[in-house]
């Protein structure tokens, strides 16, 4: 089965900053690739499908890039309402897998 | 509007066994694929299973296939969970989700439930 790696698993930046975060696959996966963001005790929401599209109603400062097994997730200028925990998720069979998550706090 | 509402979760003791289920409304159900979602207490999002349209194509996790069961009813709007010898590990928020795209089987979830909580213990 393909792996999902996140890193980092946690960071704190302040806002305004640039924030990436990483997914890698372990095997190439194509554009197969979704970004959810969870609120504390809110359910996941889709933040970006197919590696870089941007799903409706989402801010422009979420922007999501890469192909094969190297994924990136960039928010532009972090804010306070983008506390949450990131995760990644492969879509190439119907094994759906997640990364184990990116937790966001600010500094 | 366009949503999905589980249902069927509670505490249970190991061995035992639960159905949930997930009716939804707003959108042509029969003509989507849905998936159920798990999340252990403090953990990160698992997929548990995937049913597609007309229940032709069917998967598991490894961690659940041969004790849960995922099945729906069109007729209904509604999908299903049924999942026996429950075990501690089993225990967390189950969210019904729905595939954002009808021209495929596999893809992003772009609807989900507010979860029910199993607790297994």
């Known amino acids: 089965d393909i792996q999902m790696t996140q890193s980092p698993s946690s960071l704190s930046a302040s806002v305004g900053d640039r924030v990436t975060i990483t997914c890698r696959a372990s095997q190439g996966i194509s554009n197969y690739l979704a970004w959810y963001q969870q609120k504390p005790g809110t359910v996941p929401k889709l933040l970006i499908y197919a590696a870089s599209t941007l799903q409706s109603g989402v801010p422009s400062r979420f922007s999501g890039s890469g192909s094969g097994s190297d994924f990136t997730l960039t928010i532009s200028s972090l804010q306070p309402e983008d506390v949450a925990t990131y995760y990644c998720?492969?879509?190439?069979?119907?094994?759906?897998?997640f990364g184990q998550g990116t937790k966001v706090e600010i500094k | 509007e366009v949503q999905v509402v589980e249902s069927g979760g509670g505490l249970v003791k190991p061995g035992g066994s639960l159905r949930l289920s997930c009716a939804a409304s707003g959108f042509t159900f029969s003509r989507y694929t849905m998936n159920w979602v798990r999340q252990a207490p403090g953990e990160g999002l698992e997929w548990v299973s995937s049913?597609?349209?007309?229940?032709?194509?069917?998967d598991y996790a490894n961690s659940v296939k041969g004790r849960f069961t995922i099945s729906r009813d069109n007729a209904k709007n509604s999908v299903y969970l049924q999942m026996n010898s429950l075990r501690a590990e089993d225990t967390a928020v189950y969210y019904c989700a729905r595939l954002m795209t009808t021209v495929t089987n596999w893809g992003a979830f772009d609807i989900w439930g507010q979860g029910t909580v199993v607790t297994v213990s």
């Open positions: 049913i597609t349209s007309s229940s032709g194509y069917i």
């Open positions: 998720q492969k879509y190439d069979s119907a094994l759906a897998t």
